[in-house]
């Protein structure tokens, strides 16, 4: 197992894993992909461990089910045990997004994981995330929005 700092999400299946420095907007990001019905894995600290070809995130246990919430404190939600990991992004100020980028890898534990470069704070990003990851693993639930009833 190896810890890193971020935080991840579930949408659907599928695990993100969002990367950045303090301030990024790692859990701001978070907040707004759960509010639109992703599952909180793990905020701050993220427990990476191997197993069956794939990357597996997890929450370590002290801080398992809470995210930080700048400017109301810690919340208590619920979580998702673990997630298969798919997708990383890494959280930049939005200047350094390239318009056009080609598509980009990094490798985990040995696994090579389609990578992202995104600004948190743009309005666009969830939805950004959520077509990628629909690319990626061809899971609709990761980018069908919630129903709206009229």
């Known amino acids: 197992m190896q810890l890193v700092h971020g935080t991840a999400v579930r949408l659907g299946q599928a695990g993100v894993l969002l990367r950045g420095p303090s301030g990024s907007g790692k859990s701001d990001l978070a907040l707004r992909l759960i509010e639109a019905g992703a599952c909180l894995v793990a905020d701050d600290q993220v427990a990476l461990a191997l197993g069956d070809g794939d990357v597996w995130l997890s929450a370590p246990a002290a801080i398992a089910g809470m995210i930080e919430a700048r400017g109301v404190g810690i919340l208590r939600l619920p979580r998702a045990q673990r ?19 080609e598509r980009g890898d990094c490798m985990l534990l040995g696994v090579t994981v389609p990578r992202l470069v995104l600004c948190a704070f743009d309005a666009s990003t969830p939805a950004k995330l959520r077509f990628a990851l629909r690319a990626v693993t061809g899971d609709a639930i990761a980018s069908e929005p919630l129903s709206v009833q009229p």
């Open 83 to 101: 997630a298969a990991l798919r997708l990383v992004c890494d959280l930049v100020p939005r200047e350094e997004v390239e318009r056009l980028p």
